[in-house]
Every structure is written in C-alpha cells, then in structure tokens.
C-alpha cells in the first residue's frame, strides 16, 4: 500500500520544481530579532516533527532558542509542522509561529538543505510533493545516508497508524481530547514559571503512566520498523506519536534502529546526527535548564571574584 512513496517513486527523485506562486508568501521580518549566527551547534543533520504551529500547544519559544541554538548541513521537517485540522476550526496565529517559519525560510537561503515531509496534521501540503518552496523540498518520504554508513528511511509515521487508516473519525475525536489535555498543560506550566520552575510535561507523563498508551507506542514502533527491514534499510526516522525513542528491533530476525525524533508540544525533542555519524536525541528543555544552571553558577563566580579582588 505504501510502497510507491516508501521506495522513492514519489517526491524522491527528478528535478525539483519551485513553487513560485507560494514563495511570495515568505514570512516579514519576525517580531523576536535572530540571535547571531555564531556561535551554534553544528551538526551534520537534525530531524524535528510535531510543531503544530497554528495551535496554543506549540512551544514556540522552546523551538526559536532551539533554532537559534543549533546549525545544520541537511533539516528534515518530519511532519505536522503545521497544524491544518485545528486551523480549519480556529484560526490562531500569534508573532511567534511567524518567527519559526521565518527562520527556517531564512535557514534554507543560507544553504541548509530542508527537506519537508508532510504528516497527517499538514496534509494539504501532500499534494505539493516534489515542489520547491522558498528553497524547502516536499516530499512524500525520504532516504538518509549517514556519515557513518546506515540508510535509514525518513518518514512521518501516520501511514502505520491503524485509527488513521480504519478510523479518522476517531482521530478527530482524539485530537480534541488531546488538545484539552494540552491547555491544561499550559496551565500547570504558567504556575510553574511563576514558582520559577523548569518545564514539565503533563500530557508526556500521563501518556507513559497509562497502559493502553504504551501498548499502541510499543506496536507501532515494531510496525514502522518492520517497514525499513523489508527494504534492507538499517534503520527508520519517524514522529507522529509525540514520543522520542531510540530501540533496536529485530523484525523477521533483522535488526534495525528505530528512532522517533519526538515533537515540540510535550517532550520538545530534537534528533540529531554528528559528523561521525552518531545520533543521539535532544531534550531541549533540560538543555535550557542546564544552561541556565552554568550561567547562574557564572555568575556566582564572577560575584565572588568581585568580592575578593576588593
């Protein structure tokens, strides 16, 4: 059923067309100013997913420090970058989810390859596969070589989804409760800001806490993973289940990686890949809370410096 796409018929290869009647809707100059370019992290790739810009849920200032933070040679937006199914209900839209477009528009003309694969949540870019706009490819799924040697294959993960496929009603149902879940998850988090207390994600915890939950995680984890092993690929890079994992699976007596690059709604996970080769998985809030945590201590240092010179 997937096949057509999986192997790389559609959206993975042939010349690359732009899209010139979308290019002129470039963001304008974001409303928070691009922290300089250097220094960042470089790695050689990063894979984000499950932004969904257009929703109150989104952790769009998580996502700008992170974007400011880090460089890449190769981007892989892996799906529901944009959230169409609660814009199509409400129209929401604040400054920072302009900024995020933007950066990552700015991004590609500095010479980032972004390679956009569109979810369930952004459909409607589906039919844009193997277009150009503003410099980011489109495609229906994608293939990564990595520095080391693997083949892996890129993809958003909704396909493998069987309420998506013999249910979408029930998803919609699903996505309502889930986006309650998620204002009540901003509410604890504002108090936490307010009692100066680090991020911490309600929705993520439940969701480990409740069996069934877990039980579809671990099924379809084995389901994408069976996919890239009955293509002799080594490993596969999926989101849509807003959980980061990293697990060797051995499907038909293969082995294989599977690795979620997790979302920017509960965990604010990042996937990516070092020059090497290694790949290892960001939590981007207790990258913050570290950070914050040296610069207070050096803070702490340069007071009492001050206090013995005097």
């Known amino acids: 059923m997937f096949s057509d796409y999986i192997d790389g018929y559609v959206g993975n290869s042939g010349p690359v ?26 790695y050689r790739t ?3 997913s499950d932004i969904h810009l257009g929703t109150r849920g989104c952790n769009a200032d998580l996502l700008i420090d992170f974007l400011d933070s880090t460089g890449s040679d190769t981007l892989y937006l892996v799906g529901d970058i944009i959230d169409g199914w609660r814009l199509k209900r409400k129209f929401y839209w604040p400054a920072a989810h302009n900024d995020i477009v933007w950066r990552l528009l700015k991004r590609a ?4 390859r972004i390679v956009y694969i569109p979810g369930n949540h952004d459909e409607m870019f589906r039919q844009f596969t193997g277009l150009n706009f503003g410099g980011i490819e489109i495609r229906r799924a994608a293939f990564h070589d990595t520095a080391d040697g693997r083949r892996l294959m890129v993809l958003h ?31 604890v988090n504002a108090a936490r800001r307010t009692l100066g207390l680090p991020y911490w994600s ?13 039980e579809f995680i671990g099924r379809y984890e084995e389901v994408v993973s069976r996919a890239a092993a009955e293509r002799g690929l080594d490993g596969v890079v999926c989101g849509h289940i807003h959980t980061a994992e990293h697990r060797m699976i051995g499907p038909q007596g293969r082995q294989v990686e599977y690795w979620n690059d997790g979302d920017w709604v509960e965990g604010c996970n990042a996937l990516v890949e070092h020059e090497d080769g290694r790949m290892e998985i960001l939590d981007w809030p207790a ?3 570290a950070r914050e945590e040296r610069l207070a201590a050096t803070g702490a240092e340069a007071d009492r410096a001050g206090v013995l010179a005097a």
């Open 17 to 42: 067309r732009a899209v010139p009647s979308l290019e002129r809707l470039t963001p304008q100059e974001p409303a928070r100013p691009e922290r300089p370019p250097e220094p960042r992290r470089r």
């Open 46 to 48: 990063i894979w984000i």
């Open 109 to 112: 003309k500095r010479g980032t």
């Open 157 to 187: 993960g909704d396909e493998f989804d069987a309420v998506m496929l013999s249910h979408r009603w029930l998803a919609f149902v699903g996505d309502t409760a889930y986006h309650l879940l998620m204002a009540a998850n901003n509410w």
């Open 202 to 214: 309600l929705s993520k915890t439940a969701k480990h806490r409740v069996k069934n939950a877990v």
């Open 287 to 289: 990258e913050v809370a």
